[in-house]
């Protein structure tokens, strides 16, 4: 077992999860040849990194990202800093020979994607990027259903991701609001994801067409640092300068047809993502809130044809690393210890395991073209 020296660079929620993720690497895979130790952290809120090397145990704190890409003890760096940071410091980090796990959407923009894509290529380092939702047991049972042919032909597929983590007024007009530090609103958030599981289940997209809406189009700034989705303190007023809502329909270069829709201030939805996927011969089901069960409708019936609940269970992607048998709940910290195993298993052995900085440039092409499509109102090739 060999030491590897990992570096978070954006300690707020994500950071905090990906740094929960390493510290439980070796209990839940005792046989990964690597073991990460938590060498740095950096954070611009001041005594933020402080705080967090005194909670998780890292070797050193700093306010300035760059003395991580300058640490020769460091050889993986987290980024789960804001979507503009994420170009600078993943092409910046990739440079300076460090291995990579970022959080998507990777930058503001396709260009943004490509250039880490480019750099991490260019360095010769390995890049893993946070498109959880893909790593859940039930979502890769139903992707080998699917190819297996246990629903027919694929059809079509409805993907929804409903929050309500914006929908209160007094939700704080933070960088996510922001073009010039979040750059698209929901479509880089909750839709990546969605962009990202229509490809992980039916392949390559090859047209689509989307409408955009704001529904809260003012909030007021915070009056102090934040984390995660911070109600406002009453700051001064401000626009949101991007899309709460999307609505797309996707052609997939297989033929089936899908919607993808997407809403950062649904009223009454709590994390409401998931899929169904329907074929000739049957469909499958699956909701984020109930992560560990797929509903599948298979047979020759066609018509009044059952669904039955699946339960995932040992023998289904990774839940044998967590879990003994069917039944037993895993959580959302659980998508990213498997992710963080992948990015390790990746730089163990040279090879990419899991969504690399390839799925989020080609994801954020996709991205790209929604937001094209909403202001043209046309139909966009890919
Ligand atoms: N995969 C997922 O399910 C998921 C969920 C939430 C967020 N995300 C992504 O993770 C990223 C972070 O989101 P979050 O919810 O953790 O945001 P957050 O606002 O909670 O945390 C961001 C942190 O970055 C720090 N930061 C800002 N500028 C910095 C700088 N120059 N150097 C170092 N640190 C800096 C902030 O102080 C804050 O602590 C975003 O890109 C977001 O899209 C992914």
């Not at 023998?315 to 709940?329: K, S």
Request: charged share 20%; with cysteine; proline share 4%.
């Amino acid at each position: 077992m060999e030491d590897l020296g990992v570096a978070v660079v954006g300690f707020g929620w994500m950071g905090r999860v990906h740094t929960r993720a390493y510290a439980r690497l070796p209990h839940h895979y005792p046989r990964l040849p690597l073991r990460p130790r938590l060498i740095a952290v950096a954070d611009e809120v001041p005594g933020r990194a402080e705080e967090a090397a005194g909670q998780f145990g890292f070797a050193t704190a700093t306010r300035d990202w760059r003395e991580v890409a300058a640490d020769p003890q460091v050889r993986a760096v987290s980024v789960t800093a804001p979507n503009f940071l994420h170009r600078r410091i993943g092409v910046a980090m990739a440079e300076a020979g460090k291995h990579l796990w970022i959080e998507k959407p990777v930058g503001l923009s396709a260009g943004d994607a490509r250039a880490v894509a480019d750099a991490v290529a260019r360095a010769g380092v390995q890049g893993t990027v946070g498109f959880n939702y893909r790593n859940a047991p039930a979502v890769e049972k139903a992707r080998e259903l699917i190819a297996a042919g246990g629903i027919g032909t694929v059809t079509h597929v409805r993907i929804r991701l409903f929050s309500d983590y914006a929908a209160h007024p007094d939700s704080a007009l933070t960088w996510r609001y922001e073009r010039e530090r979040g750059g698209s609103g929901v479509l880089g958030d909750l839709a990546s994801h969605g962009a990202d599981l229509a490809r992980f289940l039916l392949g390559d997209i090859t047209a689509l067409t989307a409408d955009t809406a704001v529904f809260v189009p003012e909030r007021a700034r915070p009056t102090g640092a934040t984390a995660g989705h911070t109600r406002t303190g009453g700051g001064e007023r401000g626009p949101v300068e991007n899309e709460d809502y999307v609505s797309c329909l996707l052609r997939f270069a297989s033929g089936a047809r899908g919607v993808l829709e997407a809403c950062r201030v649904s009223v009454g939805e709590q994390n409401s993502y998931g899929f169904e996927v329907h074929g000739t011969s049957g469909a499958v089901f699956w909701d984020f809130r109930r992560m560990n069960e797929l509903a599948v409708s298979r047979g020759t019936s066609f018509q009044d044809q059952p669904v039955s609940t699946v339960y995932v269970g040992p023998g289904d992607g990774e839940f044998a690393a967590f879990q003994p048998g069917a039944g037993n709940a895993m959580g959302y910290d659980d998508l990213k210890v498997i992710e963080a195993h992948r990015f390790l298993r990746s730089i163990a052995e040279g090879t990419p395991y899991g969504a690399t900085l390839a799925d989020a440039a080609r994801g954020a092409v996709v991205l790209d073209a929604m937001a094209e499509s909403a202001v043209s109102g046309k139909w966009i090739d890919l």
